[in-house]
T-cell receptor, first 118, second 110 residues
Framework: SAVISQKPSRDICQRGTSLTIQCQVD?????MFWYRQQPGQSLTLIAT?????????ESGFVIDKFPISRPNLTFSTLTVSNMSPEDSSIYLC???????????????FGSGTRLTVV | GQNIDQPTEMTATEGAIVQINCTYQTSGFNGLFWYQQHAGEAPTFLSYNVLDGLEEKGRFSSFLSRSKGYSYLLLKELQMKDSASYLC???????????WGAGTKLIIKP
């Protein structure tokens, strides 16, 4: 299955600033997903990042707040813009564990970015 | 709408067996996943069921009934390291976006 390197693992940021989170995958994948997980809660999908097109955002999330880049099939970034304490959360990227062109078989997650906004 | 229900918290004893249930209602169905998540860590894949029946992987087994919209995760010979949250997720259709349950926090006592 795919292996994801996610950076940074954690950060403490000042309100009003922006943080860019990176995910690098060791194989080409069609879709990458960005999630937010608040403490003690389940995963909330922010957006789906497709290579060569704009990301698809879920209800409640907008591109101005969470711009996403997907320059190729192995890399994506999520930026949390103009941060406020309410953005404090764990952010996770995820990909289908299936190498491009193979039958589907599950999802892999990055190790997560623990963000604290002060 | 699309919905997944699972218990919020369960407690079990080391060495025992526990069953975590999950019911789902989705517009379509392409499989049911179970993930384990330790506190402060990312979820890790446990199982994927797309056909009815029981799939066993060592101490962990997962069951699916598509007609009932029901799945369970069975953990045997519980160990303290099994204390974690267990997330149930369904794949409604082929766009690969999962619907997640809120997770079941499993507490293992000596």
């Amino acid at each position: 299955s795919a292996v994801i390197s996610q950076k940074p693992s954690r950060d403490i940021c000042q309100r009003g600033t922006s943080l860019t989170i990176q995910c690098q995958v060791d194989s080409q994948v069609t879709m990458m997903f960005w999630y937010r997980q608040q403490p003690g809660q389940s995963l909330t999908l922010i957006a789906t990042a497709n290579q060569g097109s704009e990301a698809t955002y879920e209800s409640g999330f907008v591109i101005d707040k969470f711009p996403i880049s997907r320059p190729n099939l192995t890399f994506s970034t999520l930026t949390v813009s103009n941060m406020s304490p309410e953005d404090s959360s764990i952010y996770l990227c995820s990909v289908s564990s299936t190498p491009l062109g193979s039958p589907f078989y599950g999802y892999t997650f990055g190790s997560g970015t623990r963000l604290t906004v002060v | 709408g699309q919905n997944i229900d699972q218990p919020t918290e369960m407690t079990a004893t080391e060495g025992a067996i526990v069953q975590i249930n999950c019911t789902y209602q989705t517009s379509g169905f392409n499989g049911l996943f179970w993930y384990q998540q330790h506190a402060g860590e990312a979820p890790t894949f446990l199982s994927y069921n797309v056909l009815d029946g029981l799939e066993e992987k060592g101490r962990f087994s997962s069951f699916l009934s598509r007609s009932k919209g029901y799945s369970y995760l069975l953990l045997k010979e519980l160990q303290m390291k099994d204390s974690a949250s267990y997330l149930c997720a369904a794949l409604p259709d082929s766009n690969y976006q999962l619907i997640w349950g809120a997770g079941t926090k499993l507490i293992i006592k000596p």
